[in-house]
Each structure stands twice: as structure tokens, then as C-alpha cells.
């Protein structure tokens, strides 16, 4: 158990529809990241958040948006979903904001656009 | 651009060691980190490379040389739990603002 949380674990959605990840880090990290992960693509960065301002940005569509709040959780909004949009998103966190910090993985939302 | 290449699949035995390679081409070089990840789950942290050599860690080492753009981990005395995904990824700068690229990732198949 990495100490990082996601909800919900399944989403199973139609296309054209939007949904809320949500992701606590562990307690006491600051930075918060996005990633999704399909079967063709491997894992992909999305965005980072630290100490609620954003510090880095992917391969982020413009129909998906993130934020962390000031008590340090993090929703990623993705929005007009498309088919290829199913994937696995991770959320994970590290205690500073360099990349170079080992990051900790949650287990995942599992996203089926139907 | 950005690229990192790793093969795609690797078979071993239990008991045996295997090399996993890691090539990278990327703007700059800041860190390399390996991680395992099996299927269905997060992917878990092992190994984190700024300087040339080996890094050993149990029955896990890495290996980084910065001038031929290369890693590989090292997994010894192989275990069937060692069956998973294994990444790659680079940090090519040291920039606040820049991100780490991953690989595709090698899955191992560990044969009893």
C-alpha cells in the first residue's frame, strides 16, 4: 500500500460524458501527478500539481483538466470522453516538486468509455 | 524528440538472472528511474540513476552510463513474483517544469 488514494476504482462511462478522478497523496507530499496508461501508449505524463499550483505539463488533451486543492487531494476532469479515452488513470505523489523525487503510484481508476 | 527503447518481451527461468536493457535519446539527461509494475496494478518505484555505475539493491542492481544514452537492471535469483512489467523512464532536465518520459516498458515471463 503506497498511501495514495483514487476513487473510484471502476468507471464505466458512455462517450460524450464527463467524469471526476479523484487522488489523495500521502500525507505530507505536495506534489500530486497524472498519468494515464492504455495498451498502446504505455505510460503517459499528464500533469503535475505541487502545493496546489500546476508545475508540469504532458501529453494533457484540451477536453481534460486537473486541480489540487488546498488540502492537497486532486481531481482530473475529463471531459466529451471518447472511446479512446479508456485507460487507466494513476495518480501519484512525491514529497517535493522536482521529478527526480521517487514518486508513490495509487492503484488506479480503471476508465471504459462505451 | 523524446525516445526511450526497451524490449518488449523477455522470458527466464526461476533461479536464473536477466539483463533488462534501457536506451534513451532524449534533450538532456537528469535521472533515470526504473520501475515494476504488475499487471493490473501501480507501478511501484525501484531504482533511481543520475551517475554512471551500479546501483545494487538486493536482488535487484541498475546500471546507467550517461555516454552511451544506456541502463539495464539486473534481477538475480529470479522468483515467479518477479513476473511483471519493468519501466524505464528519464527525466531530461533538470527544468522545475519539464516531465518524465517512459518507456513502454518489458514485460518478464518467469518460467518455473
Known amino acids: 500500500d503506497s498511501g495514495v488514494t483514487q476513487t473510484p476504482k471502476h468507471l464505466i462511462t458512455a462517450t460524450g460524458q464527463r467524469v471526476t478522478l479523484r487522488c489523495s497523496p500521502r500525507s505530507g507530499d505536495l506534489s500530486v501527478y497524472w498519468y494515464q496508461q492504455s495498451l498502446d501508449q504505455g505510460l503517459q505524463f499528464l500533469i503535475q500539481?505541487?502545493?496546489?499550483?500546476?508545475?508540469a505539463k504532458g501529453n494533457i488533451l484540451e477536453r481534460f483538466s486537473a486541480q489540487q486543492f488546498p488540502d492537497l487531494h486532486s481531481e482530473l476532469n475529463l471531459s466529451s470522453l471518447e472511446l479512446g479515452d479508456s485507460a487507466l488513470y494513476f495518480c501519484?505523489?512525491?514529497?517535493?516538486?522536482?521529478?527526480?523525487?521517487?514518486?508513490?503510484f495509487g492503484p488506479g481508476t480503471r476508465l471504459t468509455v462505451l | 524528440g523524446q525516445n526511450i527503447d526497451q524490449p518488449t518481451e523477455m522470458t527466464a527461468t526461476e533461479g536464473a538472472i536477466v539483463q533488462i536493457n534501457c536506451t534513451y535519446q532524449t534533450s538532456g539527461f537528469n535521472g533515470l528511474f526504473w520501475y515494476q509494475q504488475h499487471a493490473g496494478e501501480a507501478p511501484t518505484f525501484l531504482s533511481y540513476?543520475?551517475?554512471?555505475g551500479l546501483e545494487e539493491k538486493g536482488r535487484f542492481s541498475s546500471f546507467l552510463s550517461r555516454s552511451k544514452g544506456y541502463s539495464y537492471l539486473l534481477l538475480k535469483e529470479l522468483q515467479m513474483k518477479d513476473s511483471a512489467s519493468y519501466l524505464c523512464?528519464?527525466?531530461?532536465?533538470?527544468?522545475?517544469?519539464?516531465?518524465?518520459?517512459f518507456g513502454k516498458g518489458t514485460r518478464l515471463h518467469i518460467l518455473p
Open positions: 523512464a528519464v527525466r531530461p532536465t533538470q527544468n522545475r517544469d519539464d516531465k518524465i518520459i
Open positions: 540513476n543520475v551517475l554512471d
Open positions: 500539481y505541487y502545493n496546489g499550483e500546476e508545475r
Open positions: 501519484a505523489s512525491s514529497v517535493g516538486e522536482a521529478g527526480y523525487n521517487e514518486q508513490f
